[in-house]
């Protein structure tokens, strides 16, 4: 993993939310750090830096340095709340990290060679993306920033499935471990309704009619 993200936390000593209301018109999230064994630790974190951090999709699917007062500790996003109509944080969840211990964590897909894909160039396929992130399992260390998936070779009506996907050493798909019929499609080509592919569809079948049509006749 490349990138690499730092945030800095205060031990959150007020609580309710008459408590949280005052942290958040001051620019501060409350949010709480749990996991690894150990109790559940409320934390004040500053609002802007979260979420100029949020604005990169790794961050959401990486390790964090911590900075609890003076005191670094691991961690993984685990849920972020959001106003409904303003586009700030209201709370955050943060999981400590366990080196030993595995993760469940979401990570993002991200599509290689969609314009070169035999089912869009040589076809006129439309593409469909079905998923965009795929939840893991893995150990801290092996917890990759995203999943590449290619597409080069997908021709018209295929799809790509989750049990098609190569994944980096050490990471299981969550979905996967709870059966073949959990394989769900991830991204496919179709004939766009109208489009190049169903218009070929449509002359071929027209062309095919004529032919029949003129055997009858003679």
Partial sequence: ???????TAEVRKDKGKGASRRLRRS??????????????LPLVLDH???VHNLENEAFYSHI??????????????KDIQ???????VLHIDLQRIDAAEKLRMHVPLH??????????????????HLMMDVEVTCLPKDLP??????????ELNES????DIQLPEGVEIVALLHGPEHDQSVISIHSPRGGVASEEEEAGESAAEGEAAEGEGS
């Fill in 27 to 40: 620019g501060k999230i409350p949010a709480i750090m749990y996991g690894a064994g150990e109790p559940p």
């Fill in 160 to 163: 790509v499935h989750l049990s």
């Fill in 1 to 7: 993993m490349s990138a690499s993200f730092e945030l």
């Fill in 111 to 128: 599509f290689i060679g969609e314009e070169q894909a035999v089912g869009v160039k040589k076809s006129g396929g439309v593409i469909s």
């Fill in 64 to 77: 964090l340095d911590i900075d609890v007062e003076g005191k670094n500790v691991q961690a993984v996003l």
């Fill in 145 to 154: 920033e995203y999943i590449e998936v290619d597409v080069t070779n997908l």
């Fill in 82 to 88: 959001r106003h409904t109509h303003k586009p700030t």
């Fill in 48 to 50: 802007d830096a979260v």
